[in-house]
């Protein structure tokens, strides 16, 4: 039995929205044809969390944000996003739903390579990017919320990496959320041809404490044969916003996708990160860090799906959990059938800091197929008395100690994400989340 | 007198309810090296994780006292600024904190806030110990112990010491593990500490690492207690004949305590 909830947005209002970004036909239509499903669609159900009364429908859809002649005009909050000392290359700001400033550096362009906010994309690029549009990873009617996202989409970065283009740089883009109420339905696309390597890097970041919103973020990599995508992200909405995240990998022969995802949401959470290892040979590693305070509630899934002979799936999950949070951490590590010489390794640890905390580490290994490697480690627990006990005989007061630990337990993600400003500004996020 | 003193006054220790220490007397003054000697289970090692306030110890009866003060009363943190080290047997792996953050906190912990050691002057005094350990230099850059060897650990302790500069250090069986190349390592490690304002107690039941580190007192440890102190002659008299002649002396039959039949 599901609660109906109708759209504030109608088939006219989708149709209009649709024409006022010049949007080619065929997205139109997805987006039509969504909305017709999301009114049938049921909502995911992740495992051990109800999310049927979450807000995912009520929000302001479209708000323009100002452009951004210079950085140094940006807010202290989101110039701490970049690397002041290093001159922005390539870097996209989004302020609400609208580009306030973009860049990208022109030895790449003259490469081929695409880099632009998905109104520009879809009017400029719309053939490239209906070819990967939520067809190879995320699928339009998985779900209502999946519908919801392709009939509403409201933003969001094409990024778009030639064959044989090895980019050095890394790619960065800020999501704003500006508008207390409004609503990020943000879509990343990065496609990275044959034998390519790209390093991309997103901050979501808002400031509404008691505003209700939420955000709905569907994020595809697609990797072909050989490439190598490294993809780095820091969530932290604040508590008004719900948040759906979705961020899926599909590697190609050969291919690699890394994630290193922070996420550092206060509000109400549901993300899942997928990767489908396709190709022979293809690799991904998914280390995710999260922590949750106050009475949050979060579920987070990391799934790494092998098809391709001797494919490689590595998951860290580490959460730390405060106050009454509760989080449910979901490692999946499947084996198809025919994906022999596979290896499928994962860790989940969470670490509670209160007890009234709560925090599930659930490892599962799915495996159709006899010659394969698979493992797994997962823990809950407290602060290990034994390494407090060893810093503090160096000095080290206990709450140092402790801080020492924590952050040393969220390294794994602080340490692979590419930008300097975008891991010191993670450190600092996990600090004051933490005290 | 220089440097500080430890005393250690019929010190009673238990672990989950079963008592190991069973009145233990000494009293180290800086400048002077002790060697804490005796078979394995005789309690050692209890001896130095209960002064140091490891947290399954409970001591019972007895105190230790630093320069009058009476650490058994102090958190474990506040042990070490009070000027004592332990060299532990098994150091703790953390990870996600490298051993360079992990020892500039340590130091700055044992200074004045807004006296922290500045970078520079920390990395120069960290690579010439390290130079001196010859320990490689990227074991800076490594997560606290982990994944370092058994000779890794120990020469990470004794950088340590040799950073933190105590008044007074406990080492805790450092030289096992150790092949013979190390052991010369860690000990000149040591050696170059020896002043009068630092006493050390050394815990080993080889003999061996006293051929490298001379001590100026040697005690021995049975059924949780100091059966017998003399000077370097005594460990060499052990080396020669082993405990054996010892329980004889003192009619003890089985030295070790605390252990399960």
């Known amino acids: ?337 025919g994906a022999s010489k596979s290896n499928a390794e994962q860790e989940s640890r969470v670490l509670m800091l209160s007890k009234d905390a709560r925090g599930d580490a659930n490892p599962i290994l799915l495996i159709d197929e006899d010659d394969v490697t698979a493992g797994h480690a997962a823990s809950v627990g407290r602060v290990d008395p034994i390494q407090l006990y060893y810093l503090m005989s160096r000095g080290i007061t206990r709450f140092e100690a402790e801080r020492l630990i924590i952050h040393g337990f969220l390294a794994p993600v602080v340490k692979q994400l590419p930008v300097e400003a975008v891991k010191r500004q993670l450190t600092q996020v996990i600090e004051r989340k933490v005290y | 007198m220089a440097g500080s003193t430890l005393e250690i006054k019929d010190l009673h220790v238990e672990i989950e309810g079963q008592e190991i220490l069973k009145g233990v007397n000494l009293t180290i003054n800086g400048g002077e090296f002790h060697a804490v000697m005796g078979p394995n289970g005789t309690g050692k090692s209890t001896l130095a994780s209960a002064i140091m306030g490891h947290p399954k110890f409970e001591v019972t009866q007895g105190e230790v006292l630093l320069d009058g003060e009476n650490v058994l009363e102090m958190e474990v943190d506040e042990r070490a600024q009070a000027g004592l080290f332990l060299a532990m047997q098994y150091p703790s792996e953390i990870s996600g904190v490298t051993n360079s953050d992990f020892l500039r906190s340590a130091i700055n912990a044992h200074r004045e806030e807004g006296d922290e050691i500045s970078l520079m002057k920390f990395i120069k005094e960290m690579d010439s110990k390290m130079d001196t350990l010859e320990m490689d230099k990227n074991m800076a850059q490594r997560y606290l112990n982990e994944g370092f060897s058994g000779g890794e650990k120990k020469r990470n302790e004794i950088l340590q010491l040799m950073m933190i500069q105590p008044a007074i250090a406990i080492l805790d069986e450092i030289d096992s593990g150790l092949d013979i190349d190390a052991l010369k390592v860690v000990s000149k490690g040591i050696n170059e500490m020896r002043n009068d304002n630092f006493g050390c107690l050394i815990i080993t039941h080889y003999q061996r690492l006293l051929n490298y580190i001379t001590p100026d007192k040697v005690h021995v440890m049975m059924q949780g207690r100091v059966v017998k102190s003399g000077g370097p002659e005594l460990a060499q008299r052990l080396e020669e004949e082993g405990y054996e002649w010892i329980k004889e002396e003192l009619g003890i039959e089985d030295e070790t305590v605390g252990q399960e039949a």
Do not use: C
């Open chain 1, 1 to 337: 039995m599901t609660v109906e909830v109708s759209l504030p947005y109608d088939k006219e209002y989708v149709t209009q929205f649709s024409k006022g970004l010049q949007e080619p036909e065929w997205m139109k239509n997805l987006r039509l044809n969504a909305l017709e499903k999301s009114e049938s669609l049921e909502l995911p159900k992740p495992d051990k969390t109800n999310i049927q009364s979450w807000n995912f429908t009520e929000f302001k859809h479209h708000v323009e944000g100002e452009t951004i002649d210079s950085l140094q005009n940006l807010p202290v909050e989101i110039q701490d996003f970049l690397d002041q000392e290093e001159e922005q290359q390539n870097l996209v700001i989004q302020r609400n739903h609208t580009v306030a400033y973009g860049t990208l550096d022109q030895k790449l362009k003259d490469q081929g390579v695409i880099f632009t906010d998905m109104a520009t994309a879809l009017r400029e690029h719309g053939e490239l990017v209906e070819k990967y549009y939520m067809n190879d990873a995320v699928h339009v009617d998985e779900h209502r919320l999946t519908a919801l996202h392709a009939a509403l989409m409201n933003g969001g970065i094409f990024l778009y990496v030639p064959k044989n283009v090895q980019i050095e740089e890394p790619i960065q883009a800020i999501f704003w959320q500006e508008d207390p109420e409004a609503s990020l339905i943000n879509h990343i696309l990065v496609v990275a041809e044959e034998n390519s390597s790209v390093t991309y890097v997103e901050n979501y970041v808002s400031h509404n404490k008691e505003e209700k919103t939420s955000a709905n973020i569907v994020t595809e990599v697609i990797a072909k044969d050989g490439a190598k995508v490294s993809f780095g992200a820091v969530d932290n909405f604040e508590a008004g916003t719900t948040v759906y995240a979705n961020r899926r990998g599909v590697a190609y022969r050969d291919a690699v996708i890394e994630w290193a995802l922070g996420q550092m949401n206060e509000g109400n959470t549901v993300s899942e990160n997928i990767t489908h290892l396709i190709g022979d040979n293809s690799h991904s590693n998914a280390k995710t860090v999260a922590i949750g305070r106050g009475a949050q509630k979060q579920n987070f899934t990391a799934n790494i799906t092998h098809f391709g002979k001797g494919s490689d799936g590595y998951i860290l999950q580490h959460g730390v959990m405060k106050d009454k949070a509760t989080a449910i951490f979901n490692g999946i590590g499947k084996i198809e059938h």
